[in-house]
């Protein structure tokens, strides 16, 4: 297992994080989703000012993953208050993103990234994190299931111009 950093987010390290954003991203969905698309969806989510904008929210928990060697950005989360996840109640928060590049699959990072997300929402108060995944992200899907999550209802969302189907995860803390 890596000895992976962790942190929380500042205003400078929005570059870093969208570059994460942005790689995680056409991983993930390159042949999946058409190529304009997954480029209209990144320039509108994962600008650096849309991540400098999060840093600074004190509402909003960013929390950037680096590699020991170097400390190149290789993931991040994002904890916000909920947003078009069905139904909420007090005490609910959104990990709106979590993300890893490809090369820390099988290292125990997004086991981690989990358990400090989960660890930050139950600092704030939260007794609940909801999130949202493409139905199609078989991988995605199964992690969160393996972290304790359930399914409690699905969304529309779309990306670019392709409307696509999610699953919205509750798991309470």
């Known amino acids: ?25 056409l991983e993930t969905f390159a042949g999946v989703l058409a190529g304009p698309d997954i480029l209209a969806h990144l320039a509108a989510k ?8 999060w840093a600074a929210d004190p509402t909003f928990v960013l929390t950037l993953a680096e590699h020991p060697a170097g400390l190149a950005p290789v993931g991040y989360t994002l904890l ?9 109640r007090a005490g609910d928060i959104e990990l709106r993103r979590i993300y890893t590049l490809s090369a820390t699959r099988g290292t125990g990072l997004g086991a981690m990234l989990m ?5 930050d929402a139950r600092a704030r108060g939260a007794r ?9 992200n078989s991988r995605a899907r199964a992690f969160y299931e393996r972290q304790g999550f359930a399914v409690v209802t699905e969304r529309a969302f779309t990306v670019g111009a392709t409307a696509c189907d999610d699953r919205v995860y509750a798991r309470d803390l």
């Open 1 to 25: 297992m890596t000895d992976w950093r962790l942190r929380r987010a500042s205003v400078d390290d929005a570059p870093a994080v969208a570059l994460v954003a942005q790689a995680s991203f």
């Open 128 to 136: 609940r994190m909801l999130l949202g995944v493409f139905a199609g």
């Open 80 to 88: 916000t208050p909920p947003e078009d996840v069905g139904e909420t």
């Open 46 to 53: 994962s600008s650096v000012a849309r991540f400098a904008a």
């Open 115 to 119: 358990a400090q997300a989960i660890a």
